[in-house]
């Protein structure tokens, strides 16, 4: 019988990685971070938080975020990854 060995689930999905960037910038449990979490309301992050965020999120999927995309929970943060990590 053959067993896969694929290592396809072990990999982050591009939500667990943007969940571990944004909960990574102030040391917020994961348990807080939710796809529908403000970022400045509910997260407390201040414009520098989201700047570092975006940056890192830049560099981690080789993706450019422009400054004009509204970007405001967490949510927006997975869907702009996911359609644009994508395309990369």
Avoid: C, W
């Amino acid at each position: 019988m053959y067993v896969s060995t694929s290592t396809a689930h072990h990999t982050p999905t591009i939500e667990q990685q943007v969940f571990r960037i944004i909960s990574k910038r102030k040391a917020i449990r994961a348990s807080r971070v939710r796809k529908t979490a403000s970022l400045a309301r509910d997260l407390r992050f201040d414009t520098v938080d989201v700047v570092d965020i975006i940056l890192e999120l830049e560099r981690n999927f080789s993706i450019t975020i422009p400054d004009e995309v509204p970007l405001t929970t967490v949510g927006d943060f997975v869907r702009y990854v996911r359609e644009h990590a994508a395309a990369a």
